[in-house]
């Protein structure tokens, strides 16, 4: 199985700054891709970027050019730089990541955090 463990979610005022922080735990064998999926009250989920292994990144519409993302292969971590945030923004930020565990090294799983709230309000 696998732990996901997210931070630095809060409020913030709008045109702040927050960078998230996913940690990934477990029996892993390697991890595929991460990413960052929100949920506003009354909203479907959706994408926010997501990062393959390889380092190649895809973003929503809403948020290029405002937030980035990245990870740090050695720690199983994914990060998100939020800048420049507006109350549009504001959700619960959910952490995404496929790994391959070390006990089915064919399969890939899918597996989400609990969620940080992002609150972007003056």
């Known amino acids: 199985q696998v732990q996901l463990v997210e931070s630095g979610g809060g409020l913030v005022q709008p045109g702040g700054s927050l960078r998230l922080s996913c940690a990934a735990s477990?029996?892993?064998?390697?991890?595929?891709?991460m990413g960052w999926y929100r949920q506003a009250p009354g909203n479907q989920r959706e994408l926010v970027a997501t990062?393959?292994?390889?380092?190649?990144?895809n973003y929503a519409d809403s948020v290029k050019g405002r937030f980035t993302i990245s990870r740090d292969n050695a720690k199983n971590t994914v990060y998100l730089q939020m800048n420049n945030l507006k109350p549009e923004d504001t959700a619960v930020y959910h952490c995404?990541?496929?790994?391959?565990?070390?006990?089915?090294?064919?399969?890939?799983?899918?597996?989400w955090g609990q969620g940080t709230q992002v609150t972007v309000s003056s």
């Open positions: 995404n990541t496929k790994a391959v565990l070390t006990t089915t090294p064919s399969y890939v799983y899918n597996y």
């Open positions: 477990g029996s892993i064998f390697s991890i595929v891709a």
């Open positions: 990062i393959t292994s390889g380092g190649s990144t």
